[in-house]
């Protein structure tokens, strides 16, 4: 029987080197089933042991050397604090280094997908920064110290400085976990505070060219996380419920004071013992102020201790912030005419 090749080809989707492959198999093996070559062997061009080892010492050697290490892991992720490069650096850039470095060495370099895919792998902790990423100044500034540094005494004591920072923000971490966990375990009160990013209305999640107005009108949002009770408060500040001329006085401290006395006052419980983490602002007149008041509460009889917190500045993320990111998510896909709207998409309680 004679078949047209052409239709032969059409009607199975195959290509002429594919026809001439099958009927060289069937001229020199008969009609049996096509065995791969590879099939009960490793591949010659496959990726090796030695190979990924290569990579993985790479990037650990490149990290060590230019990299910023937090404090702590997050949440959902193995017990690795992660290890940001500089937002400057690319993979493609590193890839490079990395080739020319296996050049010099006479060893095989993968390509830049399987390079990526072995450092995703074995090394999702080490990333790379965003261009806006909230990183701590004496982390870059050590940094920056360390690889400028050009005796090896230097070098030592940059490293010794930079590791010294390190482990003190890591104690401060545990310290604040600590309190997380008798907060979920035991009777023990914990409040979080801190000020989100403000935010502007008119806010539409579809906007449709600019919006004419002179300026839009900013509302700020200060936080009062409840870890015992696992809710957060929020408290949206507007423009016109400001001191100062332009929101300048929104952050003050009559502002912080009476909005944290109203959530001290309305949530107590019967544990007269606190602890508050607050986000470290060194410098401020109003944590004077703070510690004020929380002594006020304590000669009052309303506490009998109240223990006042701050971590290290830039290694401050704690679970209110978690609340702000509910927030902001929200806020970016609802419109927001008015502050009712905003204060219905900001009112949720957030479970840890």
């Given at each position: 029987?004679?078949?047209?090749r052409?239709t ?9 080197d ?7 198999h069937?001229r ?14 490793k591949?010659a ?8 080892l290569?990579?993985?010492r ?22 690795f604090?992660?290890v940001?490069l500089?937002?400057e650096?690319?993979k ?8 020319t ?14 390079f ?40 030592l ?29 035991e ?11 403000s ?8 906007q449709?060219?600019?919006l004419?107005?002179y300026s ?16 957060q ?5 507007d ?6 001329q ?15 006395d ?17 986000d470290?602002?060194p ?22 201790k ?17 609340g ?5 998510m ?23």
């Amino acid at each position: 029987m004679v078949v047209c090749r052409q239709t032969f080809l059409l009607l199975y989707c195959l290509s002429v080197d594919k026809l001439k492959a099958l009927q060289k198999h069937v001229r020199e093996k008969g009609v049996v089933p096509r065995v791969h070559g590879n099939t009960g062997r490793k591949p010659a061009h496959a990726i090796s042991y030695d190979d990924v080892l290569r990579v993985v010492r790479f990037i650990q050697n490149t990290s060590n050397e230019r990299g910023i290490p937090q404090p702590a892991a997050p949440r959902g992720i193995d017990n690795f604090p992660l290890v940001y490069l500089s937002a400057e650096t690319t993979k493609l850039a590193l890839h490079e280094e990395y080739s020319t470095t296996c050049t010099n060495q006479q060893v095989r370099a993968l390509r830049l997908t399987a390079f990526k895919d072995v450092w995703r792998t074995c090394l999702p902790h080490v990333r790379i920064a965003s261009p806006r990423d909230d990183v701590c100044t004496t982390c870059e500034k050590m940094r920056h110290g360390v690889m400028d540094a050009i005796t090896e005494e230097e070098k030592l004591l940059a490293v010794d400085a930079l590791k010294t920072h390190i482990l003190q923000a890591q104690r401060e971490r545990e310290v604040y976990n600590e309190c997380l966990r008798k907060s979920s375990e035991e009777n023990f009160v914990h409040f979080t505070f801190d000020f989100s990013q403000s935010v502007t209305m008119f806010h539409h999640a579809r906007q449709m060219g600019p919006l004419f107005f002179y300026s839009l009108r900013k509302v700020h949002i200060f936080g009062v996380r409840i870890d015992g009770q696992r809710k957060q408060i929020n408290f949206l500040v507007d423009k016109d419920q400001t001191i100062g001329q332009d929101c300048s006085q929104a952050h003050g401290l009559d502002s912080v004071i009476s909005m944290l006395d109203w959530v001290m006052s309305n949530y107590e419980t019967e544990n007269d013992v606190c602890s508050i983490h607050a986000d470290n602002c060194p410098g401020q007149n109003k944590n004077k102020f703070v510690v004020g008041y929380l002594m006020w509460r304590v000669m009052t009889g309303k506490h009998r201790k109240i223990e006042y917190q701050m971590q290290i500045p830039g290694h401050a993320r704690c679970l209110v912030d978690l609340g702000f990111a509910h927030i902001k998510m929200k806020y970016r896909r609802h419109d927001c005419e008015t502050r009712e709207q905003l204060a219905k998409n900001s009112r949720r309680v957030f479970r840890r």
